[in-house]
């Protein structure tokens, strides 16, 4: 009888090593393990990560390269709305986990498994959105998730793990660090309680550069083409490349407090210099370029969007129809935006775009204008607050 196929989404960490051990040797799967990179890994560690997985006895490893399609599918559309959540996270993580879960879900269905497996524990997001993934992308195919499901500590994890010969680093580092292209989180003690900053030497990246910098940025309906008159391929090389830049200025580290798809609120650090500097510079552009109603209503769907997609509802079809409305309101956003960087924040100069509304051929917002007259504004304003003219006097003469 052949072993049952299954696809286990790896990382070469602890839960997923021993996922991939418990899964074979106990379980007795066929294991394919996948790591799918957006952005966190460099090739070295992708073949670290290869040499450890077929160590555990793993059927095949695959090893999918979605920074691109990562950006394609879902970061484009997180700057065209210029989404935080709360005003303050980029969705680094949240983003990033339902890119990896898509790809997990298309290698299941290539390779014919009956089963997929992921190495969430049952206290967070994470847990939540593979599952919801994989229950829609690969329907009949049965979820198994063996740190939730046996409720496995650390200790006995690495208890197994060491009964069975598995040679890693069993240390806990301090911080628990997760990188990818749309940036890192940082989570560690201080993150746990409600007061707290996180120590310098937490933030994986330090702090080298001194003074200021000026960085232009040129977007073309809405994409990065050019960071400092350098052009690229594609945006995802420019969003890497600005995070290179500004990173070493530490700009973008936060601390995100946020309600959990599981109804309970959690804090994380972060840090994002790209994507604050990108989303920032964006928006600038667009207040000069969209009219006053394209703008609000992009701000109204893009928060719904943002919300939408951290809660791992990312293939409700809502989703395409907002992304649709989001590029088709990037008609006009191309310019140069230039910003300011300096040790620990950044400022946005200005704009320049052949669609500036700001144009002074339309007059100078408090000196003068050239498409009417004092004598118009003054009717308009007569006829603008007429029917709140009309309630007043309504209300007065209904209370004497």
């Not at 928006?283 to 893009?302: F, R």
């Not at 700001?358 to 408090?366: A, D, E, L, N, T």
Request: net charge negative; glycine share 10%; proline share 2%.
């Amino acid at each position: 009888m052949q072993p049952k196929k299954l696809v286990l989404g790896f990382s070469g960490g602890l839960d997923t090593t021993y996922c991939a051990l418990y899964l074979s040797q106990d379980k007795g799967y066929e294991v394919h393990s996948v790591i799918v990179n957006t952005g966190g890994f460099t090739d070295a560690e992708l073949e670290q990560v290869e040499k450890h997985a077929y160590s555990l006895g793993v059927k095949t490893h695959t090893t999918v390269n979605a920074v691109k399609s990562y950006y394609d599918r879902i970061i484009k559309f997180l700057i065209f709305g210029n989404v935080l959540k709360n005003n303050t996270y980029p969705l680094s993580v949240s983003a990033e986990r339902l890119s990896q879960a898509v790809h997990i879900a298309e290698h299941a269905k290539q390779l014919g498994a009956v089963a997929v497996a992921h190495g969430s524990t049952g206290a967070g997001n994470d847990q939540v959105r593979f599952d919801m993934i994989f229950n829609i992308m690969i329907p009949g195919v049965e979820i198994i998730t063996p740190i939730r499901d046996l409720k496995l500590s650390r200790e006995e994890e690495i208890t197994y793990l060491k009964n069975k010969g598995v040679q890693m680093n069993f240390e806990k580092a301090a911080y628990s660090i997760n990188k990818g292209l749309w940036g890192t989180s940082v989570g560690g003690r201080e993150t746990l309680q409600s007061k707290g900053l996180l120590p310098e030497s937490a933030w994986p990246t330090q702090i080298t550069k001194t003074g200021t910098e000026e960085m232009s940025i040129r977007f073309e309906k809405g994409e990065i083409k050019a960071v400092n008159n350098q052009s690229f391929d594609h945006p995802s090389q420019a969003i890497q490349y600005i995070q290179s830049i500004a990173g070493a200025y530490g700009i973008g580290r936060d601390i995100h407090v946020g309600d959990t798809i599981i109804g309970i609120k959690g804090r994380v650090g972060f840090e994002a210099a790209a994507p604050v500097v990108i989303l920032k510079a964006h928006h600038a552009l667009e207040k000069h370029v969209l009219t006053k109603w394209q703008l609000s209503w992009k701000d109204q769907l893009a928060q719904f969007y943002g919300n939408w997609l951290h809660e791992g509802q990312i293939l409700d079809p809502v989703m395409r129809d907002i992304e649709a409305f989001l590029e088709n309101a990037q008609a006009h956003v191309t310019g140069e935006v230039f910003v300011q960087l300096m040790p620990l924040h950044f400022q946005v100069i200005g704009i320049e775009s052949a669609y500036d509304l700001m144009s002074s051929k339309f007059g100078k917002y408090g000196e003068m204008n050239a498409g009417w007259t004092g004598d118009d504004v003054r009717g308009f304003s007569k006829i603008f607050g007429n029917q709140t003219v009309i309630y007043q006097h309504i209300k007065s003469a209904a209370n004497d």
